[in-house]
């Protein structure tokens, strides 16, 4: 940022302003018409722009000027003078933005005081802007089970480079914290970060969102592929691009440039990171997908895990979830009892991580701020039912008391091994058996090395009967 801009037709009165303010303090720099002012904001974005509304042999006036920075830099505020001022006019520039408007010939002490204000209302907002930024190129992978540290140690193996990757896994499951993780580790990380939702853009705007559009009064108006220029660009659920995208996205990737509407070629220089829940091969083969632009995208496949692989993650996500609720949303930090974790810890998570901090953001929404967040709070079809409405299965009604007890023993003893992310002594330790006896029992129930890997490909039998 580089102080104040004063963009004014009117050499003696930019040159007030500016003496002004330079005894003020302030660093200034003038312009008289649009096309200077433009120039000094490319070349170093101000704090602040006092903008005329009539600009003399102008290509812009000051109303178009200020929509223009208010659609490319919306951070900037910008304060309106003019000498036919009225309260029609005035009202029009707030509509579009200005932080506030000023009269000519306007009195020096008022003039001091709105630039006070606005210059602390810029800072304020840079200050934001630092903190939101820091939060994204934060962004981690929370969880210390055996398949987070995987997951980790793959994404810092290809943070440093500039392959294009493919994050595939379940909706949820955290493919975009994963993309911004790399980001985070890579040598672009203090540039920008864009994502595009290829699920929620329709085919006729998904063209003029990535290549950018012409605007009548302003000119080119920048795509999301310009924005991105020197960062990582981010197509999450790309097997939902529109076809004709498909094939201007390819060429971008090849040529790293594309033609602007109205305008030449334009040569960019980002990374693309690209994410997906369906099998992509399939799409090709349906013709829903273009194979050399998956070619293109998957040049390091990456596998972010569902939720159900590492349960073991669960007590520390939802710790990050409540810190975080807390910090976003003001809501009131409270804690969940061993009880309700271990609950949590045995549910089905369909909607994986998504879902988990969707229940987390409720329970604290709507729970006794003053209580610990126990089993009574859980969603009715987490909770383990009351004893005397218990009603005994059918598949145990024709068994004896030893055949359904190791078939309880064994779903209990495959779900807490999930639940530890298959390890037996952090087991053991929960259950209250010696490791070697766990083993024993593991082996007479018929719970082997690869029933611990798929131990929710099948429900168990009281699981069954609670729907």
């Known amino acids: 940022m580089s102080g104040i801009l004063i963009v004014d037709d009117e050499k003696d009165i930019r ?63 910008i304060v309106i003078i003019s000498g036919h001022g009225n309260i029609e006019l005035a009202v029009a520039a707030i509509k579009q933005g200005a932080y506030d408007f000023i009269e000519k010939p306007f009195n020096i002490d008022q003039l001091l005081v709105v630039i006070s204000r606005a210059m602390e209302a810029s800072r304020l907002r840079r200050e934001n802007a630092s903190l939101r930024s820091k939060d994204v190129n934060q962004a981690d992978i929370i969880g210390s089970s055996s398949a987070a540290k995987l997951l980790r140690q793959d994404l810092d193996r290809v943070a440093k480079s500039n392959g294009r990757v ?41 063209e003029p969102l990535l290549f950018g559009r012409m605007d009548a009064a302003t000119g080119h108006e920048k795509g999301l592929l310009e924005q991105a220029d020197n960062g990582v660009i981010f197509f999450d659920e790309v097997a939902d691009m529109p076809g004709s995208a498909q094939s201007k996205i390819l060429r971008v990737l090849v040529d790293q440039n594309f033609q602007r509407p109205g305008g030449g070629k334009t040569r960019v220089d980002v990374r693309v990171i690209a994410s997906t829940n369906k099998d992509l091969e399939r799409e090709i083969e349906e013709g829903r997908f273009r194979e050399d632009l998956y070619h293109r995208l998957n040049v390091v496949p990456i596998d972010v895990p569902p939720l159900e692989a590492r349960l073991e993650d669960v007590p520390e996500l939802v710790t990050h979830f409540v810190s975080v609720l807390q910090m976003d949303q003001g809501l009131k930090r409270r804690t969940f009892t061993e009880d309700a974790l271990a609950i949590l810890q045995t549910m089905p998570w369909p909607g994986n991580i998504r879902q988990l901090r969707n229940l987390v953001e409720r329970l604290l929404i709507l729970g006794d701020a003053d209580k610990e967040i126990g089993p009574e709070e859980l969603p009715v079809e987490t909770r383990p039912q009351n004893r005397d409405e218990r009603v005994l299965p059918l598949q145990f009604a024709s068994m004896s008391l030893r055949k359904a007890r190791e078939l309880f023993e064994r779903d ?56």
């Open 412 to 467: 209990y003893l495959v779900a807490q091994i999930a639940r530890f992310g298959g390890n037996i002594s952090k087991t053991a330790a929960f259950i209250g058996m010696e490791r070697s006896a766990l083993h024993r029992k593991m082996k007479t129930l018929g719970i082997s090395e690869s029933t611990k890997r798929q131990t929710h490909d099948t429900e168990s039998a009281f699981g069954e009967a609670a729907e």
């Open 166 to 206: 493919m994050l595939t896994g379940p909706s949820g499951c955290g493919k975009e914290v994963a993309a911004r993780y790399i980001h985070a580790q890579s040598n672009r990380a203090s540039q920008p970060f864009v994502s595009v939702n290829c699920a929620t853009i329709s085919g006729d705007q998904f």
């Open 15 to 77: 040159e007030l302003i500016s003496d002004i303010l330079d005894d003020e303090g302030y660093q200034t720099r003038v312009a008289a018409d649009s096309d200077a002012a433009f120039d000094l904001i490319s070349s170093s974005e101000p704090d602040l722009i006092v903008l005329d509304i009539w600009l003399k042999d102008s290509r812009l006036d000051g109303i178009d000027i200020l929509k223009t920075v208010k659609r490319d830099n919306p951070g900037i505020p």
